[in-house]
C-alpha cells in the first residue's frame, strides 16, 4: 500500500474490532505513529501489518510522547471520557469514537476543557462523513423536499452484541446526529422502548420517538438481534421524500418525487419519477480521519466537534432515561446542564 506522507503524527488507542479501521487510514494517510492496546495479541497483529510504527500497551506513555499532537480513541465507551480528559489535560487533540461519553454532564467537562486549552474535539459520528449523507443534507437545505414532516431510519443486524453498553449506545448515535443536523432542531421530547433478551439489564432492540417542534417526528429503530443486516434513512417532505440505503453496493441515495395530493377533497397519491442520485464512491472513514488532520494542521472546527456530540448525548441519555421508565415521555429538560 502506498501511503502518504503526513506533517501530522497521531496515536490510535484501542486497535481491536473498530480501532483496526482507523489504525489502517490513519497509517494510509501517513500519520500513524504509534498504536496503543491493553491486548498484546492485538498489538502483535497490527505491529506486523505496520512494523514501523511503534506500540505500547500504556496509555500514559501515549499522552506523554511530546511528538504525537492528535490522539485517537477507540476504547470501549466507558473509557472515552477519562481517557479523552487526560489526553487534552496533556495538551493535545483528540479523536473520540462515538458516544463522546456515557453522560452528558462528562461531556460538557470534555467541551469545556477543549475549549479552555483551544484543543481540536473531535467525535467519531462517521456517517456525517458519508457523501450520500452531505447530498443529502444539501436536498434538505435547499427545499428540494419541501417542510420536512417526519424521519425514520432502521439500523438493525444480528450482532456485534455489546456487554459495556446497550444498543441504544451502540447503534443509535449515527442516526441521532444525522437527523439532528438534518433538522437544526432539537427534540421537546422522547420516548424510547425496548426489549432485553440476551443479557440482564442490556437492552437489544429498542424504538426511540423523537418528538421536534414545528409538528416534525422522527423514529430510530436499532437491533442486533435480527436476522439481516439494514441501514436505512428515510426523510419524508411534502413535496419530495429521500432514502439513504448503506446495504446497497449501488444507488444508496434515491429521491422520490411522490407525495399526497388533494383532488376533490380526496387525498391522492402522486406517483411520478425515482431517481438514483451518484455520489463520491470515497470510504467514510478516510474521509473523516482526513478532516481530523485537517482540523489539527488548520486549527478549525470539526463537522462533529463536541458541541455537536453534546446535542446528540443529550438525547441519547434522555432516551436511556425514558427506557429505563418503561417508555414514559422524557423532556431534554430532565438532563442535566
Known sequence: MNREKNSVQVAVVGCGYWGKNLVRNFAQLGALTWICDKSETALKAQSQLYPQIGITNDFREIISNPEIQGVVLATPAAMHFSQAREVLLHGKDVFVEKPLSLRYKEGRELVEIAETRGAVLMVGHILEYHPAVTLLKKLVYSGELGKLLYIYSNRLNLGKVRQEENILWSFAPHD??????LLHLEPTEVISVGG????????????????FPQNIRAHIFVSWLHPSKEQKLVVIGDRKMAVFNDTVKEGKLKLYDKGIEWQGGLPIARQTSETILFTDEKEPLLLECQHFLECIKKRDTPLTDGSSALKVLK???????????????????????
Do not use: C, H, R, W
Not at 176 to 181: D, G, L
Not at 316 to 323: D, G, H, K, T, V
Open 176 to 181: 441521532i446526529a444525522v437527523i439532528s443536523s
Open 196 to 211: 432485553t433478551y440476551l443479557q440482564s439489564g442490556i437492552a437489544d432492540v429498542t424504538v426511540t420517538n423523537l418528538v
Open 315 to 337: 438525547i441519547l441519555e434522555a432516551s436511556e432515561l425514558s427506557l429505563q421508565k418503561g417508555g414514559l415521555p422524557v423532556s431534554l429538560n430532565e438532563i442535566e446542564e
